[in-house]
């Protein structure tokens, strides 16, 4: 089945070109892209169950024998993350489509959009599955370039601003990131992970502190860790919903398993564990603190997507197989929440109007639909009982407690502040937002709030020539939000062959041999 293991780079490419070449048939890149995600899907959930029975499934691309060429590598971790980013960038798609057949593509020009989302989808998967640190660059810098595009789609002068931060920021970790690629390369020789493990070790500890520690910085930008994470809330509330979407789930989480990936594969055990930790703690409670003050839908959910990047850290930096394997479960728990609240973020915005908390008001009940896909992931995200996210969380407290370390158990306290503060942060969007009486100003609900009034002054006529028609969302739209929402409610029913899948992986990555022995099986050279 190793030939499967390049189809979820390969297939997204092709499907880009092919796109590409039918921009004039609008119809055809949509059918095209579905065709290629699902088939994407259905090879990564194949990967997933093979690499669980017969261990790492390697592929020596071009048939050149490693070290000398390039390798893909499908472990377990790899192949779950392919599962997951696969399904959330599907329901993304069919979301997008309806946004842009609502819209007359106007927000999301389809013969720009669609070739564009494939090729990053590409490079999310070309990461994922990257045996090498130079292709885990390749990757990083594929799903980069697409998303400066999805980014700026629109043109609008905010996009722009935020485009460019957005574009300068990641020119810089991705320059960092391939400066630590050419001192590995002048230290050990090689930049294939699985010959790295033996020649990293053999280097003096100063050295493999340094290599390290300029690998964490890169990755650490991407994944918007404190304090190297000011630039993500001006960034991804500017893009259309759609691209908001994927790019919380997805980009992100990427950097987090790198970090994952080169943290226990290249150095185990190394002196940045107490540092892991502290930067965990301050991605956690500064992160919620900034929700807490923001007062637009879109940009607390930024701040929660920065706070939350912590739990992973947290588990991390325990470097324990119960820290690890829940850290791991918590990637996958919110790659699909977040995802699925940036949609209904998207929603929130199309049928209210807007997504600052002072504009909007009512919706409970002008879109009670709405209100439960906000109200079901959102509760997952706070991590209230049964759902995914209180066993993510739960699964990391365990590990902290029996770490037992002062550190650890300041970290259990922040995640319990940050679980706090991030359900008050939800509970106030849900007060405002949903529950109380609607906004004049919010589409369809302006007659009703001046037919209430009784004051007896005339009320000025409002023009609502421009403003968006919400009152009945697009059925795809609703659709994908609500697939998204049940996969999400799917995670906690099964949460416990998930956790057990995350500990095999957690355990692989601990004992490394597997992954090496998989690349090398006569002993790497």
């Not at 499934?57 to 390039?70: C, D, K, N, Q, S």
């Not at 996009?159 to 390369?185: C, D, E, H």
């Not at 369809?444 to 609502?464: C, F, I, K, L, Y």
Request: charged residues 10%; glycine residues 8%.
């Amino acid at each position: 089945m190793t030939w499967l293991v390049p189809l979820p780079v390969v297939m997204p490419l092709l499907g880009a070109a092919l796109t590409l070449l039918l921009v004039a048939r609008p119809r055809a890149q949509r059918w095209v892209s579905l065709t290629v995600l699902t088939a994407t899907v259905a090879v990564a959930a194949t990967l997933l169950v093979r690499s669980s029975l017969d261990g790492p499934l390697v592929v020596e691309v071009g048939g050149w024998v490693a070290p000398l060429g390039i390798v893909l590598v499908a472990d377990q971790l790899a192949a779950l993350m392919l599962v997951v980013s696969a399904a959330v960038t599907l329901c993304v798609l069919v979301y997008s489509i309806g946004q842009g057949t609502a819209d007359g593509n106007e927000e999301t020009p389809l013969s720009v959009y669609h070739p564009t989302y494939l090729v990053l989808t590409a490079g999310v998967c070309n990461a994922f599955l990257s045996g090498d640190l130079f292709n885990l660059y390749v990757g990083f810098e594929i799903l980069l370039v697409a998303s400066y595009v999805l980014l700026t789609l629109g043109s609008t002068e905010n996009r722009i601003r935020a485009g460019t931060t957005y574009v300068v920021v990641s020119l810089l970790s991705s320059l960092i990131f391939l400066v630590a690629i050419g001192l590995v390369y002048a230290a050990t020789g090689t930049l294939n992970l699985a010959q790295l493990v033996d020649r990293l070790d053999a280097l003096p500890d100063d050295l493999r502190l340094v290599l390290q520690g300029m690998l964490l910085l890169a990755f650490g930008i991407k994944a918007a860790v404190f304090p190297l994470s000011a630039w993500l809330p001006d960034s991804y509330p500017t893009a259309p919903a759609p691209v908001t979407a994927v790019f919380a789930g997805l980009l992100t989480k990427v950097g987090v398993y790198a970090i994952i990936r080169t943290e226990t594969l290249l150095f185990p055990g190394g002196r940045t564990a107490d540092l892991l930790l502290v930067v965990a703690a301050l991605t956690m409670v500064v992160g919620i603190l900034g929700a807490v003050a923001q007062s637009d839908v879109k940009r607390l959910l930024s701040f929660t997507l920065i706070s939350h990047i912590g739990y992973m850290l947290f588990g991390v930096g325990l470097s324990t197989s119960l820290g690890l394997s829940a850290a791991i479960f918590y990637v996958v728990h919110h790659i699909t929440i977040q995802t699925t609240l940036f949609l209904a973020a998207g929603l929130v915005e199309r049928r209210g109007g807007s997504t600052a908390l002072d504009r909007l008001g009512g919706l409970a009940r002008l879109s009670p639909v709405l209100a439960v896909l906000f109200f079901l992931p959102a509760l997952n995200l706070a991590g209230i009982p049964p759902f995914s996210g209180f066993l993510g969380k739960l699964g990391l407290v365990q590990a902290g407690v029996a770490d037992g370390s002062p550190l650890a158990w300041t970290l259990v306290a922040g995640g319990l502040l940050t679980s706090l503060l991030t359900l008050y942060a939800i509970a106030r969007v849900w007060n405002l937002a949903f529950w109380r009486a609607p906004h004049p100003d919010m589409p369809d609900a302006g007659d009703t709030v001046r037919a209430a009034r009784t004051d007896g002054a005339e009320q000025p006529h409002r023009d609502t020539s421009s403003e968006p028609s919400g009152a009945v969302l697009p059925r795809l739209m609703i659709g994908s939000t609500a697939a998204l929402v049940v996969l999400g409610l799917v995670l906690t029913v099964v949460a416990g062959p998930l956790f057990d899948i995350s500990t095999d992986a957690a355990d692989d990555l601990l004992r490394r041999t597997p992954y090496v022995e998989a690349v090398f099986p006569d002993g790497a050279p």
